[in-house]
Structures are given as structure tokens and as C-alpha cells.
């Protein structure tokens, strides 16, 4: 997802090409011939899968594209938008399976595009990038093995990207981003969203504690550039051949770096821990897996693990408390939006109900079990 970075100042309109007009740009743009073109599906922005002919000028290159256009607001801040490419390129080089970034016609990483509606003209900033292999990892039933390559992979990118340096990178110091996890106390002003019920106790409740026991303790945490959106839809995987019965997959690509922004390692954790525990039937064991690998790679001081809890509980907010607001704003999403809020409210409360030390014994014990090579 890509949004601006405070949801009441935004009046963000989704572009709403047509697969002719999107078409007709790929060309225009980047000068590929296209063959075939699909909307994908997408939050504000506009994604289209596109597939290209060979010319005698592109007789090597890929042939699968993702065309993505910017909504308004996010297009008015083109240098956000430039590290994010500088950064997915930079990822790629590193041996990630980021994608790669396409050139324009002029040999620019963007384009900005001006469509006359009769009312106004409203500017898109375009982007190409190669359409990676795999499904995302929503798709199928996540192993306790993929959790922890999972983590491994989220430590793998922050430690990565400490290395990565750019003119604009402070850009990324995104203060009142809603989506970065020191914001969760800015979701006071959504509550409205969720009228007088349980849930609305158990969000107010960890706002409350997050305020006394996370926020005092942002100094403590070791700060990095997080992706900060890891979840079960940004995350591709594909089967490994020579596996056994077909059930091993191993993680073939990492989208959607609009929501990157300065943090801390544990807030890639427990972001990444979140969304892992959704789709999961075993959400409370979830942690203890990603934790190890992320582990395996950045070890966690004990302030950082202390706040692990209150860090994913807050997530659930985020996400939760997110959606109702959409939901009131765009009704017609409801449906939609509604099928994951139904299992992200349920596992919220029961960690809540369960409390934070009976979650971390688990989590903990699971990622201690990595250690002595037998993992729960
Ligand atoms: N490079 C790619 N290769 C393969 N599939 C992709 C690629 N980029 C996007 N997709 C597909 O399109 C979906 C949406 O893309 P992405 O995650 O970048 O945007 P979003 O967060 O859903 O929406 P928005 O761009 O509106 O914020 C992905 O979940 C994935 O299924
Ligand atoms: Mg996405």
C-alpha cells in the first residue's frame, strides 16, 4: 500500500485508467509493445499486469511487467517515491528477489503523467516494474520452517538496508505516518469509527499501555529503515521442485515498498508477526517462529523483546481500527474489508484475554526450541 501520510488531510482520488489508456502509456512511456493487459488488484493506487511482444529493440528483456500509477496524493511527493525505487533496485542487486525497476524512454525511473477530466487535470506519477514468479503467501497453509525464513528474510532487509545510502533517503523520517508503528496513539481520532463495543475497550486499552510502556522506551530500541508492511499479500512464494511431496516453498518475491519509513527492527518483527498470525490456524505459535529467524539474524536486546507484545497488539490496531475508518468513508468496500477485520479482531482478543506473559512463554519457548536444534 502507498498512502499519504495522514489519512484526514488526504483527499487522494485512485486513478482510474483504462486498460486501453494504461496500455497506450506503457507504450508512450517506456516504449514496450503490449500484448495483454490485466488490472491487478490494489488499495489507493492503480496496478495493472502487463505482458509485452519482442521487438528487434527487446529481443532479451522480460516480457511480464506490473504498470503502477500513483494515486494523486502520493504522486505529488515524487522523491518518496524515488527512494523507494533506488531502494527496490538497490534490494535486488543485494540478491533479494525485489523487482526491477524500468527505465523510461527517457531514461527516468518515473514519469509524470497529466490527464485532462473536463473538471481539472489531475498528475499521476507512472512506474514499471518486472512482474515477479510465485502466489502470495495468503495462498496456501504457511509452515513453521516458511515462518522462520520469513523472519530471517525481514532481518536480512533491515540489516541490508542500513548499507543503503541516497541524497533524499531522510525523506523516509515520515512523521505522522499512520502506518508506522510509534503512531498507534494517532488512532484516537478513528476510534469513532468502532461505536461503543468491546473491541473499542481492548483498542483503548492498548493505546493506553502502548503510551506508558512503548513509547517511553522508542530511545531504547535500535532505529533502521523498515519495509513496514510485510504482509501475507506483499510476501510471493513458489514451490521448491525437488522438495518432497511438492510442500516446500521458498519466498520468490517482496512487493510493495510504499509503506517504508524509519523505525526499529522490532517493529519489523512484530509488523511482520502480525500479519503472519491472520491467515494462520495456529496464530499464537506464529511469533515464536519469525522471531527466531529474524533472530538468526539481528538478536533482540530484552527491552526490545519486552515490547514485543504491546508491538504486534498495537499492529492489530493499526489494521483494524484502519479498515473501520475505511469502511465508514467507502461502504461499498465493507464486504471486502470486513473478511479479514473478522479474524484480526478475534486474534487481538485473545492475546489481550491471554495476556502478555502467557504469549511470550510462547513465543519464547518456541524460538529458544531453534537454539537446541529441535523446533517446536
Ligand atoms: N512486481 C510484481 N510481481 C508480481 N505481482 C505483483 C507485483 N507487484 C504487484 N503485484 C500483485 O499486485 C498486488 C498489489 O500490488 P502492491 O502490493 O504493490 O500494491 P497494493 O498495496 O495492494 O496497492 P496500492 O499500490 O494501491 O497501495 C500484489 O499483492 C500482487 O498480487
Ligand atoms: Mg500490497
Redesign the pocket.
Known amino acids: ?3 499519504g501520510d495522514d489519512l484526514q488531510s488526504q483527499a487522494l482520488t485512485k486513478p482510474a485508467f483504462s486498460e486501453t489508456q494504461a496500455s497506450a502509456l506503457v507504450e508512450s512511456v517506456f516504449g514496450l509493445k503490449v500484448s495483454k493487459i490485466q488490472p ?8 495493472f ?1 502487463v505482458c509485452v511482444s519482442r521487438t528487434k529493440d527487446t529481443t532479451d528483456g522480460p516480457t511480464e511487467y ?1 504498470l ?1 500509477i500513483s494515486n494523486t496524493e502520493s504522486s505529488k511527493t515524487p522523491e518518496l517515491i524515488e527512494v523507494q525505487s533506488h531502494i527496490i533496485m538497490f534490494l535486488r542487486d543485494a540478491g533479494f528477489p525485489t ?1 526491477s525497476v524500468c527505465r523510461t524512454k527517457g531514461d527516468n525511473l518515473t514519469s509524470l503523467v497529466s490527464i485532462d477530466s473536463g473538471s481539472e487535470i489531475a498528475s499521476y506519477l507512472v512506474r514499471l ?4 514468479p510465485g502466489r ?1 503467501i495468503a495462498e496456501i497453509p504457511i509452515s513453521p520452517q516458511l515462518l522462520y525464513e520469513i523472519g530471517r528474510l525481514a532481518g536480512k532487509l533491515d540489516k541490508t538496508l542500513e548499507k543503503f545510502h541516497h541524497p533524499k533517503l531522510s525523506c523516509l523520517r515520515r512523521e505522522n505516518f499512520i502506518w508506522n508503528l510509534k503512531n498507534v496513539p494517532l488512532l484516537e481520532k478513528y476510534l469513532y469509527a468502532l461505536g461503543q463495543s468491546r473491541n473499542r475497550e481492548i483498542v483503548t486499552q492498548v493505546i493506553q499501555l502502548f503510551k506508558g510502556e512503548v513509547l517511553t522506551k522508542l530511545g531504547d530500541f535500535r532505529e533502521c529503515v523498515n519495509h513496514g508492511d510485510l504482509n501475507d ?2 510476501i ?1 512464494v513458489e514451490a521448491i521442485k525437488s522438495a518432497p511431496e511438492g510442500a516446500t516453498y521458498h519466498v520468490s ?1 517482496i ?2 515498498f ?1 509503506d517504508m519509513s524509519y523505525g526499529y527492527y522490532v517493529f519489523e518483527v512484530a509488523i511482520t508477526i502480525m500479519y503472519m498470525m491472520i491467515e494462520s490456524k495456529s496464530p499464537l505459535h506464529v511469533g515464536g517462529h519469525v522471531l527466531a529467524g529474524f533472530e538468526s539474524v539481528i538478536p533482540l536486546t530484552p527491552v526490545e523483546r519486552g515490547a514485543l507484545f504491546l508491538l504486534v497488539c498495537g499492529r492489530f490496531c493499526q489494521s483494524l481500527v484502519i479498515a473501520a475508518h475505511s469502511c465508514q468513508l467507502h461502504p461499498e468496500n465493507k464486504e471486502y474489508l470486513m473478511i479479514t477485520a473478522k479474524t484480526g479482531w478475534k486474534h487481538l482478543q485473545q492475546m489481550f484475554d491471554m495476556g502478555q506473559e502467557a504469549v511470550e512463554e510462547i513465543w519464547f519457548q518456541t524460538a529458544r526450541s531453534y537454539d537446541s536444534g529441535i523446533a517446536m
Open positions: 500500500m502507498s498512502r491487478l488488484p490494489s488499495y489507493d493506487d492503480q496496478n499486469h506490473v503502477k523487482a516494474l518486472t512482474y515477479l502470495p499479500h506483499n510471493l518475491g512487493l510493495d510504499g
